[in-house]
């Protein structure tokens, strides 16, 4: 009789087991932000994501201001690209998120995205201006040149106008007297 006992108790401890084992784990790297089921810890998380987005984001744009305007920037533009789809792809894994009365979390949620579209929209209004700033410059130079060469051209033409103005000048008083 103790050995059905305790047989069933061993049963117990291995089907609690199998229980245990078969349950859903997160993958090693992958965030896990995506096991939490709770609708306001969703929101944590996404702010989480999109607060971390955003430095990580600042610090990037950061070392883009600092560059020259002839830099090649496009290695820290495809830096962002791949931390916004990885933010993106974090959201979507961590589900729908149902009950949104939680206001303060969803502002706050608002603002992080509000505040990572300005930093972007005004490192590229920085850009954009130097860039115009060159682009007059050079428009610049360019159109001296071009007036420089119309002026020495206008010389020359000046001088050979007076010249043959000149010549039929002298061939009509010589033709009069």
């Known amino acids: 009789m103790q050995h059905s006992r305790l047989l069933a108790v061993v049963f117990t401890f291995f089907a609690f087991a199998m229980v245990a084992f078969a349950g859903p784990v997160a993958k090693a790297g992958v965030m896990d932000l995506v096991v939490r089921t709770n609708d306001e810890d969703k929101l944590d998380a ?4 999109l607060v971390k987005l955003k430095l990580d984001i600042k610090v990037i744009l950061d070392l883009i201001v600092t560059l020259s305007a002839t ?12 931390l916004i789809k990885a933010a993106v792809q974090a959201c979507i894994d961590i589900g729908v998120v149902a009950d949104v009365s939680a206001v303060i979390k969803v502002t706050a949620i608002a603002q992080a995205c509000a505040d990572i579209v300005i930093a972007i929209q005004a490192c590229i209004s920085v850009f954009v201006a130097i860039l115009v ?9 360019c159109v001296s040149g071009c007036l420089e ?4 051209l206008c010389a020359d ?10 010549v039929v ?4 008083l010589g033709l009069i007297v």
């Open 149 to 152: 060469i119309v002026a020495h």
């Open 157 to 166: 033409l000046q001088v050979t106008v007076g010249l043959c103005l000149t």
């Open 169 to 172: 000048i002298q061939l009509l």
């Open 46 to 49: 996404i702010l989480a994501i």
């Open 133 to 141: 700033n060159e682009l007059l410059v050079q428009v610049d130079v």
């Open 71 to 82: 830099a090649d920037i496009s290695v820290y533009i495809s830096q962002i690209t791949v």
